[in-house]
């Protein structure tokens, strides 16, 4: 198993960062793939190969996503809780 915290927390040393969430998706060939969220600061140039590149680094490899999406914003609840679970399901925007 693998907590998304860890993920999340490794994502965040990355200069560029803004926001990140990390969720498992379905996926047919891992069950579930790590797809990372992530809401960049204004003038960064990150790229997906640059995330997985930079948590592989410094987590173990099943703990790197295999998908890294770049997202305006995150969707949240009135209180600003990340709605995991409209990622997950495909809701979020």
Same mark, same amino acid.
């Given at each position: 198993?693998? =907590?998304?915290?860890?993920?999340?927390? #490794?994502?965040?040393?990355?200069?560029?960062?803004?926001?990140? =969430?990390?969720?498992?998706?379905?996926?047919?060939?891992?069950?579930? #793939?790590?797809? =990372?969220?992530?809401?960049?600061?204004?003038?960064?140039?990150?790229? =997906?190969?640059?995330? %997985?590149?930079?948590?592989?680094?410094?987590? #173990?490899?099943?703990?790197?996503?295999?998908?890294?999406?770049?997202?305006?914003?995150?969707?949240?609840?009135? #209180?600003?809780? %990340?709605?995991?679970?409209?990622?997950?399901?495909?809701?979020?925007?």
């Amino acid at each position: 198993m693998v =907590a998304s915290r860890e993920v999340e927390d #490794a994502i965040f040393t990355l200069d560029g960062v803004a926001e990140v =969430a990390v969720v498992g998706v379905p996926d047919e060939k891992w069950i579930e #793939a790590i797809t =990372a969220y992530v809401v960049t600061t204004p003038g960064s140039d990150l790229n =997906a190969e640059s995330v %997985i590149a930079h948590v592989r680094g410094r987590l #173990a490899g099943f703990k790197t996503p295999k998908t890294v999406r770049f997202v305006d914003q995150l969707p949240k609840n009135t #209180a600003g809780k %990340i709605l995991k679970r409209d990622l997950r399901d495909g809701s979020a925007g």
